[in-house]
């Protein structure tokens, strides 16, 4: 958590919404997903390195080669243990834009209304999908969202952090060189976490906010 000096009204409001979706009992037609993206330094090995064996991990020189960058989206309904990932170029408003489009028609089809939970950012906004798509493909999506905010350095809110962080240590916390090879780690992580159906249990509640937080909250 960052270093708290005073919590005000508006904070506060953010934080509840964000706390009494996650209470709220799970509602399949109505899921909550939460949003975020995770950037990824593309390093390729200058040497080759020794493959792993019984009793000996794979050895890296400590040489490597910079191939650029890559970001990784990352939207997860962890009450259900379901997530959508992507790897893409860069993360633009229309990078998003186009990865929310595939919540949409390929990972939540069948439902009323996505509950989308994310950060502040200035690429996550509804204008993204006027600068995308057409009027009436934009409005389209725009109907099948309903957009949650953490507040500003509050990220900590966002259950995507988690998940991303265990992708970091299962998958993409180590060397890896193009956005193929990547991609097709990201892809094989997310089909092995969903068929696990891996949920997180959330226990930081509004009541365990007002308990740890009051004495910084403002008027």
């Known amino acids: 958590m960052w270093c708290i000096q005073t919590i005000d009204a508006a904070f506060r409001a953010c934080m509840y919404d964000i706390l009494d979706l996650y209470e709220e009992p799970y509602d399949p037609k109505r899921p909550v997903v939460n949003l975020d993206e995770k950037p990824k330094q593309l390093l390729g090995e200058k040497r ?12 890296y020189d400590y040489e490597y080669v910079r191939n650029g960058t890559a970001n990784i989206f990352m939207a997860v309904e962890f009450k259900a243990g379901k997530r959508v990932t992507q790897v ?29 939970v994310m950060d502040n950012l200035s690429t996550h906004k509804e204008k993204a999908f006027y600068e995308t798509f057409n009027k009436d493909e934009a409005e389209r999506i725009l109907s099948k969202i309903e957009f949650h905010y953490t507040p500003k350095h509050a990220s900590w809110l966002n259950a995507a952090e988690i998940e991303i962080n265990v992708m970091d240590i299962e998958c993409t916390g180590r060397r890896i060189g193009d956005m193929g090879t990547l991609g097709q780690q990201v892809a094989a992580w997310t089909r092995r976490r969903d068929e696990q159906k891996k949920k997180i249990d959330w226990k930081f509640t509004r009541e365990r906010a007002d308990r740890k937080l009051s004495k910084y909250y403002v008027p």
Not at 49 to 57: A, E, F, Q, T, V
Not at 93 to 103: G, H, N, S, W
Request: glycine share 4%; net charge positive; hydrophobic share 35%.
């Open 88 to 116: 893409t170029k860069r993360r633009t408003m229309k990078d998003f834009a186009r990865f929310v489009k595939i919540l949409v028609d390929k990972g939540f089809p069948d439902v009323d209304v996505i509950r989308l």
């Open 48 to 59: 080759t390195s020794i493959p792993m064996k019984p009793g000996c991990p794979e050895k």
